[in-house]
């Protein structure tokens, strides 16, 4: 089986937004996402659509964008299931869907799922071990599937890039991407998310980024990232200081929304997907999604 050859193009969509969408609006969207020029599309995996099934949604829509777990929790399945839904759809349309896998949060594994949440770097290995010798009798996709991993710490990252094909990091910053390059090396894949709020007035847009960022300050995986950044306890306050807000969600005009991305991809990034944040987080963004694209954020 040959390796991999998934083109995802320097520029992305991460989004949470389908899932308020009806199946055939998601699809509609994806496919316009596609015919603005973005190069992979990018949605998560919590209480609302299994991801494999979503991807294959998704992926029937469409024709060249890539489509991308970010990420699928690794409790949500076994390993045998996994393997088995990542080869399906990596046989039907090769080289467009990318499997982004995370161990997820103490909440969602154990009081949502029923799951004991166990050591996040010797569970996700011994997944990818079972994954790579998992069963699959049936039509094996034409190039080897690629996965990547949710990877914050310096530990996760290593293992990024032993054991899958690169690393998927969210809501972190520039200095972070450089980090991670520098644990990664020079071949995986890296695919930091980028929140960005389209927004020039300071009070308005640190707004939208403190009612996106709040909810992941409460979370362990995101708080010691942040500390390990050089963020101490005082910036996690009231929703985030802002010098936090600043680093982690890109907002000005569309010349800020570019230097930051920009900045990631100096910082080593190969692919960088764009989340937009907006007063209405159930609104599907267009004006965001259109400006960028025509700001050839996206070519």
Request: proline share 7%.
């Amino acid at each position: 089986m040959a390796q991999s050859s998934i083109q995802l193009g320097p520029i992305g969509i991460w989004t949470r937004q389908l899932e308020d969408q009806p199946a055939a609006k998601a699809q509609e969207t994806a496919h316009e996402l596609e015919e603005l020029g973005y190069g992979a599309l990018w949605f998560g995996e919590a209480v609302g659509r299994e991801a494999l099934t979503n991807a294959g949604l998704l992926l029937s829509a469409t024709k060249r964008i890539v489509i991308a777990t970010g990420i699928a929790n690794i409790y949500a399945r076994d390993a045998v299931a996994m393997a088995a839904g990542q080869k399906t759809l990596a046989e039907a349309y090769p080289n467009r869907f990318l499997l982004g896998l995370g161990v997820s949060h103490i909440p969602l594994v154990e009081q949502l799922r029923g799951h004991r949440y166990e050591k996040p770097v010797a569970t996700m290995r011994a997944y990818l071990e079972a994954m790579d010798q998992a069963p699959y009798n049936s039509v094996p996709p034409p190039t080897k599937p690629a996965r990547v991993l949710a990877a914050l710490g310096p530990k996760m990252l290593e293992l990024s890039g032993q054991l899958a094909d690169g690393a998927h990091p969210y809501n972190t910053n520039p200095e972070h991407t450089a980090q991670a390059r520098g644990i990664l090396g020079p071949q995986p894949y890296l695919c930091p998310e980028q929140a960005v709020v389209l927004e020039s007035d300071p009070q308005k847009a640190r707004g939208v980024g403190r009612a996106f960022l709040g909810f992941y300050l409460s979370l362990p995986n995101y708080a010691n990232n942040l500390l390990r950044l050089g963020f101490d306890e005082s910036d996690f306050k009231d929703g985030g200081s802002n010098r936090l807000i600043d680093a982690i969600i890109a907002w000005g005009d569309l010349s800020a929304i570019r230097n930051r991305i920009r900045e990631h991809h100096s910082a080593g990034a190969d692919h960088v997907c764009i989340q937009v944040l907006t007063s209405n987080p159930k609104e599907l963004p267009w004006r965001e999604w259109r400006e960028m694209a025509s700001g050839a954020l996206a070519k």
